[in-house]
């Protein structure tokens, strides 16, 4: 079984940058695409970003684009989201993702879940 461990977050005020990494124990078929998802309290999981092995393809949420740019190293496995402009509204636990769909990412189409992460946004 794979894990993807998660490593970042925190606080931070609104104008400010954070920066997510998530490392995948192995990699296999199912970690073609890696990726976030966040969910806020009282909400439904959300994509947020995605990058695929196989096309090189990034994928982003309209919310976050131009803010937020994910990038992978496909020899250390890893995959980073660097979170500039936030806003009070990113503020939720970000999950990573491991699929073998080489696509923008819905939540059923996930084979991996990380712990997920706090990011905070203070206003």
């Known amino acids: 079984q794979v894990q993807l461990v998660e490593s970042g977050g925190g606080l931070v005020q609104a104008g400010g940058s954070l920066r997510l990494s998530c490392a995948a124990s192995?990699?296999?078929?199912?970690?073609?695409?890696m990726g976030w998802f966040r969910q806020a309290p009282g909400k439904e999981r959300e994509f947020v970003a995605a990058?695929?092995?196989?096309?090189?393809?990034?994928y982003y949420a309209d919310s976050v684009k131009g803010r937020f740019t994910i990038s992978r190293d496909n020899a250390k496995n890893t995959v980073v989201l660097q979170m500039n402009s936030l806003k009070p509204e990113d503020t939720a636990v970000y999950y990573c993702?491991?699929?073998?769909?080489?696509?923008?990412?819905?939540?059923?189409?996930?084979?991996?879940w990380g712990q997920g992460t706090q990011v905070t946004v203070s206003s």
């Open positions: 993702a491991g699929s073998r769909v080489a696509a923008r990412l819905l939540v059923a189409e996930v084979d991996h």
């Open positions: 192995a990699r296999t078929f199912t970690t073609n695409t």
């Open positions: 990058i695929s092995r196989s096309t090189g393809s990034s």
